[in-house]
């Protein structure tokens, strides 16, 4: 029972966070570790991502289908290669290449080495900075019909950044797209599309870790955690969409930095295990 609460608890903090550019792994990483539960392990952040990831494809399912059925068709009809949703499918796939290409390379080091709370708090704080640059300079002018192929390669690379927990993935996508003079809604939303290859793809290949010991939690509380995770997510993203059309980014890089910098004190005082 003390388990499945515990997953509840993470359930949530995971659908408070994916799409917030605060970093949900490096909160999975850090809350555990303050209540004493230990890190729940790799495979369970993957895992309940995918809970997440569904309320992606739930709200944007319209968009999705559209994308999806226009890049299909472009194959065999050359003259819809040059429609938006056909080139928005090719700059999905192209942009996911990255994560997916290094987070089969580096599987062991980000499982490992980089879940260390020492990186995480850096990370937070230097992210953090960089949201701050972005959203301050950024042109706000583009909008994601705009959005070119080197635009797209250049988010999927800011993207792969978060394979480093701290970093976060919506965070260094919309940072790279504001750099670039998107306006925030547009690169948060195509944050939330590119996103999918790489959590849920991340999500399918940590399952066969579940049952192998190698997380702190089973099949019970892990389904428990994708459950709740996909229903506060779907409300973070309603939430999110409407926030960044009339706000800057402004309260998340100054919350991102206070989180980092009271884990670096926290671990510097002792009372955190790297």
């Known amino acids: 029972m003390w388990d499945l609460l515990k997953a509840v ?52 399912r319209k968009d999705i289908w559209r994308i999806a059925s226009a890049w299909v068709r472009s194959l065999y009809r050359p003259e819809l290669r040059g429609h938006l949703d056909s080139r928005m499918g090719w700059f999905i796939i192209v942009g996911s290449l990255p994560i997916v290409v290094l987070g089969v390379l580096l599987k062991d080091i980000i499982e490992q080495d980089f879940r260390n709370l020492w990186i995480i708090g850096v990370t937070l704080i230097a992210l953090g900075i960089v949201l701050g640059i972005a959203d301050r300079v950024g042109a706000n002018e583009k909008k994601i ?35 670039l003079g998107y306006e925030r809604e547009a690169a948060t939303r195509y944050a939330f599309l590119l996103a999918i290859p790489a959590v849920v793809g991340a999500g399918l290949f940590e399952l066969k870790e579940i049952p192998n010991g190698e997380n702190t939690y089973g099949w019970g509380p892990t389904i428990v955690a994708t459950v709740v995770s996909f229903v506060v997510g779907y409300a973070a993203i309603a939430w999110l969409l409407r926030y960044v059309s009339t706000h800057s980014y402004t309260p998340f890089v100054l919350y991102r930095i206070g989180l980092g910098t009271l884990v670096l004190v926290l671990l510097g005082a002792g009372v955190l295990a790297a």
């Open 145 to 179: 019909k705009q959005l070119t192929l080197r635009d797209a390669v250049l988010m999927g690379l800011a993207q792969a950044c978060a394979l480093v927990p701290g970093v976060s993935r919506s965070g260094a996508t919309i940072s790279m797209g504001r750099f």
């Open 9 to 60: 608890v993470l359930g949530t903090l995971q659908g408070l966070t994916e799409f917030l550019p605060i970093s949900s792994s490096a909160h999975l990483r850090i809350f555990p570790e303050l209540f004493g539960w230990g890190d729940p392990g790799a495979a369970f952040t993957a895992v309940i991502q995918i809970g997440t990831e569904l309320a992606v494809l739930i709200y944007f």
